[in-house]
């Protein structure tokens, strides 16, 4: 199989030289396969499942079972539409999880659902729109909202109308931080996805930014201005600040800053500073989980924390953990 180093020409270790991009081909494509990875879930799945069925878009929905011991496999196996592929991981993880179930996807594109979220009516329409014009993206996202564990609505970024991501050559912007957040959001084309090896099984947390850097080093990236995804937050979410501190991040942090293929392309002189901007991002992000359930304390320790490594970035992180008070 051709990897993303063998497209670049360029050894795993290399930090020199600007590479071509992976090339890919013009002409639009709308086969697409979401995979959701499963344990545990059997109070959200049947939801998810349907939400990405009524994309008529979808061309198959495979859900890879990672060791569930409730009613999830029940569940899946009830539902009768054939495009709907049920798949076992045997506990080897999230990221194996979602890489078996890429290995033996159909589909020219691949979207990553969280089996406790639900997408919008028209969500992968509005992806596939984005792509094609833009067709040498490797990725294409949209935007979310939030909802409770009962699935009522509590976030209002609704408000933020008319708000922009970046679109083109993301990765400087990305290794700064990740603003795709959730991969129910994002359509990633299948050929490059591999090329790059998938998700990096030796992370815990954060393994979906590492390798939406590694996409972005080899193509570029298409924002799709709408809220597509209802993103379900609750104690049960592995990124929860009730459970996870931003320690627990910072493996990630290092991985990407010593990925060969993802140096070799942000600007020269960069990583450094772009390092402890990825650092502040996530700290932030930690202390916006921390104020959503209530743990206030944790959150004025972690903005301590950004302000021990930046005094300047303070103001604006401590504007963000604010923001998501009011769900923003």
Not at 61 to 85: H, Q
Not at 115 to 131: E, F, I, K, Q, S
Not at 203 to 208: A, G, I, M
Not at 224 to 233: F, M, N
Request: net charge positive; charged share 20%.
């Amino acid at each position: 199989m051709i990897t993303a180093e063998d497209v670049l020409d360029l050894p795993v270790s290399s930090r020199v030289a600007t590479p071509a991009r992976l090339p890919l081909p013009v002409g639009s494509t709308t086969s697409v396969s979401v995979v959701i990875p499963a344990k545990n879930v059997a109070a959200y799945v049947g939801e998810t499942i349907a939400s990405a069925l009524a994309q008529g878009e979808v061309t198959e929905v495979i859900v890879v079972d990672d060791g569930s011991t409730d009613n999830t496999i029940s569940i899946v196996r009830a539902i009768r539409d054939p495009r709907l592929r049920l798949m076992t991981n045997d506990s080897a993880g999230v990221s194996a999880a979602r890489n078996l179930g890429a290995r033996h996807a159909s589909g020219e594109w691949l979207l990553f659902l969280d089996a406790d979220d639900r997408m919008r009516p028209g969500a992968v329409a509005a992806l596939l729109a984005a792509a094609r014009g833009a067709p040498r993206a490797v990725l294409v996202y949209g935007d979310y909202n939030t909802i409770d564990s009962e699935g009522r609505q509590i976030g209002r970024r609704d408000l933020l109308k008319g708000r922009r991501k970046p679109s083109g050559d993301v990765l400087t912007r990305l290794a700064a931080g990740n603003f795709i957040v959730n991969g129910g959001i994002a359509l990633a084309r299948a050929e490059a996805f591999r090329a790059i090896g998938g998700f990096d099984t030796s992370l815990r947390y954060c393994e979906d930014w590492h390798c939406w850097c590694r996409l972005a080093a080899i193509g570029e990236f298409e924002f799709a201005p709408k809220l597509l995804l209802d993103y379900r937050l609750h104690t049960a979410n592995t990124m929860n600040a009730a459970i996870r501190t931003p320690q627990d991040f910072f493996p990630a942090i290092a991985r990407v800053f010593d990925d060969g293929l993802i140096l070799a392309r942000l600007p020269a002189g960069t990583a450094a500073g772009l390092r402890q901007a990825a650092e502040i991002h996530l700290v932030t992000y930690s202390a916006m989980q921390a104020v959503r359930f209530g743990r206030y304390r944790e959150a004025f320790t972690y903005l301590g924390m950004v302000g021990r490594r930046s005094l300047k970035s303070l103001p604006r992180s401590a504007l963000r953990v604010a923001l998501a008070c009011f769900g923003i």
